[in-house]
């Protein structure tokens, strides 16, 4: 069965960094694309970022392009969102995301908070 946890949300201020993780489970981990998602209050989820089994990662939104990036470590089966220079806009609850077997699975999520 797939599991995606998320782990790494927290409070930070303007400015801070974060590395979000993504522990997976139930699946041939390297063999498939991982995504971040994140959902903001009242408003719809939206792709962050994805990075394939095999190469880089492309980040999805313009308003994290240059700050944040995707990575995986597929010995530890986890995948990685590092966000730097956090801005209040980029508080959500941040998601991770996997299609495996023709079914979406998603992770539970993870507060991530941007403020004074």
């Known amino acids: 069965q797939v599991h995606l946890v998320e782990s790494g949300g927290d409070l930070v201020q303007p400015g801070g960094s974060l590395r979000l993780s993504c522990a997976a489970s139930?699946?041939?981990?390297?063999?498939?694309?991982m995504s971040w998602y994140r959902q903001a209050p009242g408003k719809e989820r939206e792709l962050v970022g994805f990075i394939p089994s095999v190469g880089g990662s492309t980040m999805s939104l313009d308003s994290v392009k240059g700050r944040f990036t995707i990575s995986r470590d597929n010995a530890k089966n986890t995948v990685y969102l590092q966000m730097n220079s956090l801005k209040p806009e980029d508080t959500a609850v941040y998601y991770c995301?996997?299609?495996?077997?023709?079914?979406?699975?998603w992770g539970q999520g993870t507060q991530v908070t941007v403020s004074l």
């Open positions: 995301y996997a299609w495996v077997g023709l079914r979406n699975y």
């Open positions: 139930g699946f041939t981990f390297s063999r498939y694309a």
